[in-house]
């Protein structure tokens, strides 16, 4: 029972210290570069969390979010500057309820296709709404996009209109749906997705009800990219098509196998681990995506399980080894 207790206390610690690191970056560095790389990092990991829900735990591969994200980002930016809503959770809400329903319209006969068939599908929705973005240019601004997007003001009193308090709201925001996202991966509707994930048929029999499952972790993981697409938005300042493009995807999915699929961790892990990597590699900026693929390539040889298994499964071999060579007891 002790030992119990101590392990439970072990976990805590460990799930917190990488919080606990994250939140006191700005004030040991507050003048650091790294502060809006963080941020960036932060906006991907907050979609990447709901992806993996979609992803890592329902094994529904879309290609299409790129989508989701420009219409959290549009929303806001269409709401606060064409129409000069000055609240900023008007537009954030606006575009999730949105994205929600197209992403219903979308994903109930997307949903009923499998494997490369539901990936192909969703990379044509998104295709079809960055052609929107570039055509429908008295909403969209065109290819130009939309410039002197607001920063998130609430009042006059809490306003992140510098990088330091904006690091906060972000990783804020992180925090919270990162707790959404485990307990919903560790409730039984996770344990729902794990099994579809696992057999749709089988899943099937047992009175897993699969559509409405599937379309629920879809939702949610839309939901949670047009969120980071408005705080982009807010973040960023400027807003064009070439920014939500097909390659948003892609980076999605390195960023996600890359971190570590249904562990949730993983999209927060891949996110900061690429986008620290690719500040990094500024000097060969033109390089940065067969980089990023030849990384990923190498994850999916020797990581299959993203740097997340790969650390468990050391962990769990230096156990091993230690249970082996402890002596036994008379």
């Not at 939309?146 to 904006?166: A, G, H, M």
């Amino acid at each position: 029972m002790k030992n119990a207790n101590i392990s439970a206390a072990l976990r805590r610690c460990a799930l917190l210290l990488p919080w606990g690191v994250l939140f006191l970056f700005p004030v040991l560095f507050p003048k650091s570069y790294l502060l809006s790389v963080l941020i960036f990092a932060g906006i991907w990991g907050i979609m990447l969390m709901g992806f993996d829900v979609l992803v890592g735990y329902c094994g529904q591969l879309s290609l299409g979010h790129n989508a989701f994200f420009a219409m959290g980002a549009y929303t806001t930016g269409i709401m606060t500057v064409k129409y000069g809503i000055a609240f900023p959770l008007i537009p954030l809400f606006s575009g999730i309820l949105c994205t929600l329903i197209v992403a219903w319209v979308i994903g109930l006969p997307a949903l009923r296709l499998k494997g490369y068939y539901l990936a192909i599908a969703t990379l044509g929705f998104g295709l079809i709404i960055n052609n929107f973005l570039v055509g429908f240019n008295i909403l969209t601004g065109g290819a130009s996009g939309i410039n002197y997007i607001p920063p998130f003001k609430i009042s006059t009193l809490v306003s992140f209109d510098n990088d330091f308090k904006f690091y906060y709201l972000v990783w804020g925001i992180a925090a919270i749906v990162f707790k959404i996202s485990l307990n919903f991966a560790e409730s039984r509707y996770g344990r729902a997705l794990r099994a579809i994930h696992e057999d749709e048929v089988f899943a099937s029999t047992i009175r897993i009800p699969v559509a409405r499952y599937k379309i629920l972790a879809f939702l949610y993981s839309a939901a949670c990219a047009s969120l980071a697409g408005s705080l982009y938005a807010h973040f960023s300042g400027t807003i064009t098509p070439a920014g939500f493009g097909f390659m948003v995807s892609i980076h999605m999915v390195i960023m996600l196998f890359l971190g570590g699929r249904g562990t949730i961790w993983g999209g927060l892990v891949g996110a900061l681990f690429l986008k620290l990597l690719s500040e990094g590699l500024t000097t060969f900026e033109e390089y940065e995506l067969p980089i990023s693929g030849i990384i990923f390539i190498l994850v999916l040889i020797f990581l299959p399980q993203g740097i997340l298994g790969g650390l468990k499964d050391l962990i769990m071999k230096h156990r091993s080894n230690i249970s082996v060579m402890r002596p036994s007891g008379p």
